[in-house]
């Protein structure tokens, strides 16, 4: 991977490795994150990040008078990754029926890279770094590296616009790039906007890097967090014992706000060994090592015990 902080699909466009290049390509056509997050490289398994805690404080001052010192400061924080990957295994069988050998492979590998894309996606989320995982945000946003909103207490409440005003607003000076949320919170903001009367229009359309229709609220995209590879929905109503969901307003941007971390240099390694002495097959490896950081606390909010407009 190129240096410098840059998505998956931009730092794999001058790769030679054409199966590479397929399971990238599958990776963000099934996930709007990592569609859409940066990637910074670097050397190692963690990196040191400061984050900023307090500015300076600028002073009024007569003639012949001094300015009293002062300092902005910030903290150290450590954001490690994980080993994210697995071996692909196609039966000689599957290859020798099929006309096309190469595209029956190809078939795997996409079913993979599918598979892959689900497991970064519920991790980003829920990851507790405590296992072989990375942190997620979930467990930044409770060390303090970001804003977690409550639609009630100790309860579920209503999603309504004044809360997603409420979470705009909490985000200071930041302006979110993307709202993460399911399908269900979807039509219900979208229901909330249109059905606003007298109002300007709060929803409208645009495209994603495919060009598949987006739909936007308040100029910013809403992209849908599907289901986990097992096809349970990564974002469902099942928080907290309190059948509660969430939502995420989160600005992207290396050093800055949420971005994520590739370690050893940036490696994604795409490897067909071909077909192994030890089984009747086609063996083949994909491995990477990811992980999420936070340099900002106000880059990404969390709406949270959101009630399921289903339920009764």
Known sequence: MPSGAMTLLEATKDSTNRLKRGVVATLIQESPILEMIPFTPFEGNAIEIEVEVSLPEPQFRAVNETYSRSYGTNTKRFFGVAILGGEVFVDTYILKVHSNRANAKAKQYRKFSKAMSRTFDKYFFDGTGTAKDFKGVNALIDEGLGVKLEAASGTVGDLSLDLLDDAFDAMRTQSPDVILLNRVLRRKITTLARNLSGQFPLIDMTTDTFGRQVTMYNDVPLRIIGDDREGNAILDFDEGGINGGSLYLVSWGEDENVFGL???????????????????????????????????????????????????
């Not at 992980?291 to 909010?301: F, L, M």
């Open 262 to 312: 590739s370690g050893l240099g940036g490696s994604f390694d795409v490897r067909d060994f071909g077909e192994i002495e030890a089984a009747p097959g086609h063996l083949g490896r994909v491995e990477w090592y990811p992980g999420i950081a936070i340099a900002n606390p106000y880059s990404i909010v969390r709406i949270a015990n959101i009630k399921d407009p289903a339920a009764a």
